[in-house]
Each structure stands twice: as structure tokens, then as C-alpha cells.
């Protein structure tokens, strides 16, 4: 969705089962400007040999690190007060560090001569180049020794009217313990020129802050899958300038919610021939995929119900909460089962943004506090958020997604650096007619990724919309039970804290999550006041 942070200034075991060797040979289905290039690149993170990148997509000229002006631009977990810029925890307490890079050259636009088909087994052609320019900030480990060799590229996401990096908040404990590198990219018009949507935030990047950004320039959406292939392309051809010492191996595209929508035309449409990640996070996306061209040319829009093309040997892993499967965004309709190069993972008691991802994970450093304060924040769910700015009716999701989330971040990395393919896990179990789910005798969702949050319950998580302001519908909600309930349920604070142990061990051997959340998970559950 949308909810992010990119700041001022500087700042498990898992189950498997056997894989099979992808396919080697990439589908060429789209006619790219620009000349090949190649760098040193690995697809094995294990292995003492490189290979060539190479790809048809342009080059880009980069800039940077970029310096001047008022600092990174991008919405944090809270609103920033009087105009000043907002802040997240300091990168370099957790050995990390973080600078801003311009690319620019000119990107193509696509279009197809033929209706794209569900299946997503598109044939596209170039429709004509424009220039750009926009930027990138990069987030890595400064010690190259610390570096696992994985890069994540996010598509940044507009929905607020400006760029947010909701999977950098969602999964930041993750990344910097891993030791990823992680890089958001600008590649929508909005980010940068404005004209979406807004929440009476100025961040758009040339308004807010022209003395930095003036001489970005974006020439619209349909240009917007090629600037991203370029993006990623400019990773690893410009290494040592975006990385420094870090020796580079692996790219991984990541998108959440507008970002996954327009991720998955970019995989069925562009990826093949572009040829630049080594595989995709569409996280939290909807029924439809976003159009490959729009106005000023032809439109060209994907059919409701667009899946994931299976044919080019690249993992995908889309991930998706409640609310995405069967709630507001309709991704039953775009389900597919599993295959060598295909994992669908549905989450239950998951939103499509909770108080995690809106404020509540924001300054989570990893070190087990936060998961205190946030397993709290199931006993009292927050109805408003950014200082009242979004108002629900009901208290706003608690749950799960980003412990999931990042077991399912580590499983895709495995897969693509030790062709380690995750074992499938089990889908939600959506109702009749195709718009809720069948639950239990509370109310919570059957089926799906299991944690300790659904299983051991104090309180009913659920990714359904609720009433108040538009983006509530994709909040998702949180009741939590009764004292009363609980008693009956549990009995005393320490049989609660047993059960709510043994679930989540097992819902770490079931690879729901990860082994490096489970101690922090039980002593949330032992500091909690349930029944005490």
C-alpha cells in the first residue's frame, strides 16, 4: 500500500523439498532500445565463480551520492510536525548506511499488438522512448563482510500521492540481520512530478524540495517498468558506485500493493527479455494487474484475474494478507497453484497494512523490544494513525504479516542463491461466495499461514475493511477478547504463555517464521499483562 520511510540526512531453519534446475533459456518477447553491457554477477551466492550480466536494457548515467537540499524525501511512521523533515532510527547503530543516487537516460514504453491473456504469456514491442531522470537511495551494510551478496530493488509506492517503501518498514529487521542491501527507486511519475492522490503531505520530491530534486524530470507511467529495469540494471553495472566494496551477486525485484500491481506486468510483460532480477516479491497485490500503456497511447490493460507467467525460469513469490485474497483487492481471482518456479503464500490475521507497517514496526531495529510494544498493541489496536490524520471506526490490524513476511523474504533469497525451492504452504479457506472466509467459533480465519497470533489467540485478528476513512477498508481490524474470554480460554498468564510457546515453535518448524523471531515472540508473550 503505502506507508514507508526513507529519512533526512545520513545517517530459520526452514522446510524444503527438492528443486529443479529452472529453465535456462529466457523467452525473448520484447523489443529493447539500448546496447548489451555485463558485469560480474552470480547466481549462486555459494559459488566461487562468476557469471556475465547481460542485458538488452539502456544504460543509465548515475549521479551521487547526492547531497544539498532539505534530505531523502519520503513519508516516515509518523507525520512530520511543523514542516520538519521526518526521522527513523539511525542506520549506523545497526551498521548500516544510506545515500541517494539520480540515474537518467531515456526509458521505453510498451504496448501489445494482441489482447494480454490471463496467463500472463504476453508478447509486447517497444512503443516509443522518452527521457527521465529520477533517483534512488540505497540502504547497505557498511562492512562488505556483513553483506550477504543479495540486493533488493523496491518499486516505491505512490498510493499516498508521494514515494513510500512500506516493504523496507515491513521487513527492515530482516534486511539488516540477513545483511541485504536494499535500494527504492522512483520509477512513478507521481514521486516525483505529483499529481496522484495526497493526504495533505507535501513530500513529492521537485515541490518539496527543488533546490535537491529540480532536475529530476519523469515522462509518465508508461515509461515506468523500463526506468525500473534500469534501475536495477544500473545496480549491478555501476556496483562499486551504488555498493562500494560490496561484491554484488544477486537482484531481487520487490513491490508492495500499487508497486506488486504494476510488479506483475512488469514480470509478464518485460522481465524475459530484460533480464535483469533474479527474482520477484509481488507483495500484496490485487485481482488486476496495472495497464502496460495508457494515455497519451493506446490503452493496454490486462484482463481481471492476471497471473504470474510461469515461463522464463525466474522464482516469484507472491505474498498476500487477508484483505488481498478475499477482502478489497480480489486476488482469489488471480490465484495459481505452485510451481518449480512459483510460491503463493497467503497469511492469516494479516492486513493489508496493520499498525506495524503504519507506525508500529517503524523504528524496529530488531533487538526484541518493538516486538514487546507490538505484541501490546493486540490488547489496545490503535484506531488513527500519523497523529490522527487516518481515523477508523474499529482498532486497526495487529497481526502477523511481518513476521511472515520475513520468512517468506528469506525463503525467496534461498531459493534463488541455493535453488532451494520453499515448500508450499496452505491457502486460506475462502467462502462460498468468494468475498470473505469460512472461521472458527471467534471469528478468525481458517486455513492460510498459521502463527502463534491466530493459533493462541488474545484477540481476533482479521485483513476484512472496516468503515471509516477510504483507506480503512484496508486496515484490516482487531478485537481483542474479553478478560472473561481469556480466562475461560486460558485459565492464568502462565498456561496462556506455555500454549503461546509451543505454537510458535511449531509455527517456526512449519517455516511461518523465522527461528530468529521465536525467542523474541515468547518473551513479548511473557512481558504481556494477559491475564495478570
Request: charged share 15%; aromatic share 8%; hydrophobic share 40%.
Amino acid at each position: 500500500m503505502m506507508w514507508a520511510l526513507i529519512n533526512n540526512g545520513p545517517g530459520g531453519t526452514m522446510r524444503y523439498k527438492s528443486s529443479l534446475r529452472f529453465i535456462a533459456a529466457a523467452v525473448a518477447l520484447v523489443t529493447l532500445g539500448g546496447t548489451a553491457a555485463a558485469c560480474s554477477s552470480s547466481n549462486d551466492s555459494s559459488s566461487t565463480t562468476t557469471t556475465v550480466f547481460s542485458s538488452p536494457v539502456a544504460e543509465a548515467a548515475i549521479t551521487g551520492p547526492v547531497t544539498g537540499g532539505k534530505g531523502f524525501v519520503v513519508l516516515a511512521p509518523s507525520p512530520p510536525q511543523d514542516g520538519q523533515q521526518p526521522t527513523v532510527f539511525d542506520l549506523k547503530t545497526v551498521g548500516y548506511q544510506e545515500d541517494e543516487y539520480f540515474f537518467s537516460g531515456n526509458a521505453t514504453a510498451y504496448t501489445s499488438d494482441a489482447p494480454l491473456t490471463a496467463d500472463g504469456m504476453w508478447t509486447t514491442r517497444a512503443a516509443g522512448t522518452a527521457p527521465y531522470a529520477s533517483r534512488m537511495v540505497v540502504r547497505r551494510p557498511s562492512d562488505p563482510k556483513k553483506f550477504n551478496g543479495t540486493v533488493i530493488v523496491e518499486w516505491l509506492n505512490v498510493t499516498a500521492g508521494l514515494d513510500t517503501a512500506p516493504d523496507w518498514t515491513y521487513l527492515a529487521p530482516e534486511i539488516i540481520r540477513s545483511g541485504f542491501a536494499w535500494v527504492g527507486v522512483s520509477a512513478q511519475r507521481v514521486g516525483i512530478e505529483g499529481g496522484g492522490m495526497s493526504l495533505g503531505i507535501d513530500r513529492v520530491l521537485k515541490s518539496f524540495d527543488p533546490a535537491r530534486y529540480s532536475s529530476l524530470s519523469h515522462p509518465g507511467d508508461n515509461y515506468s517498468y523500463d526506468i525500473f529495469s534500469q534501475a536495477g540494471a544500473a545496480v549491478r553495472r555501476n556496483s562499486s558506485t551504488v555498493l562500494g566494496d560490496l561484491k554484488l551477486k544477486n537482484v531481487i525485484g520487490m513491490g508492495e500493493s500499487q508497486s506488486a500491481s504494476r510488479l506483475t506486468t512488469y514480470v509478464n510483460a518485460v522481465a524475459p527479455t530484460a533480464n535483469v532480477f533474479d527474482g520477484y516479491f509481488v507483495h500484496s497485490r490485487s485481482g488486476n494487474a496495472a495497464p502496460l500503456s495508457v494515455d497519451p497511447l493506446p490503452a493496454v490493460t490486462p484482463v481481471l484475474g492476471t497471473m504470474i507467467r510461469t515461463d522464463f525460469g525466474k522464482p516469484v513469490l507472491t505474498f498476500s494478507a487477508e484483505t488481498d485474497v478475499a477482502g478489497a483487492r480480489g486476488y482469489v481471482k488471480a490465484r495459481q497453484p505452485d510451481t518449480d518456479t512459483f510460491r503463493g503464500w497467503e497469511a492469516t490475521g494479516t492486513a493489508h497494512a496493520d499498525y506495524y507497517n503504519l507506525g508500529g514496526g517503524g523504528f524496529d531495529t530488531g533487538d526484541g523490544k518493538n516486538d514487546i510494544t507490538y505484541f501490546n498493541s493486540m490488547m489496545a489496536p490503535p484506531k488513527s494513525v500519523y497523529d490522527n490524520l487516518i481515523t477508523c471506526a474499529d482498532g486497526i490490524n495487529t497481526g502477523p504479516h511481518t513476521y511472515i513476511l520475513r520468512a517468506a523474504l528469506r525463503d525467496l533469497n534461498l531459493w534463488i542463491t541455493k535453488n532451494q525451492v520453499p515448500a508450499s504452504q496452505p491457502r486460506l479457506e475462502v467462502d462460498a461466495a468468494g468475498t470473505g472466509y469460512n472461521v472458527d467459533e471467534l471469528g478468525i480465519a481458517k486455513g492460510g499461514i498459521r502463527t502463534p497470533h491466530v493459533d493462541v489467540p488474545i484477540a481476533v485478528l482479521t485483513g476484512l475493511g472496516q468503515k471509516g476513512n477510504a483507506f480503512c477498508s484496508l486496515f484490516g481490524g482487531t478485537v481483542p477478547l474479553t478478560s472473561t474470554a481469556l480466562t475461560a480460554k486460558y485459565g492464568t498468564h502462565d498456561a496462556f504463555v506455555v500454549k503461546f510457546t509451543e505454537a510458535t515453535k511449531n509455527a517456526a518448524k512449519a517455516g511461518a517464521i523465522l527461528n530468529d523471531d521465536v525467542d523474541h515472540l515468547i518473551a513479548a508473550a511473557k512481558a504481556s499483562k494477559v491475564l495478570q
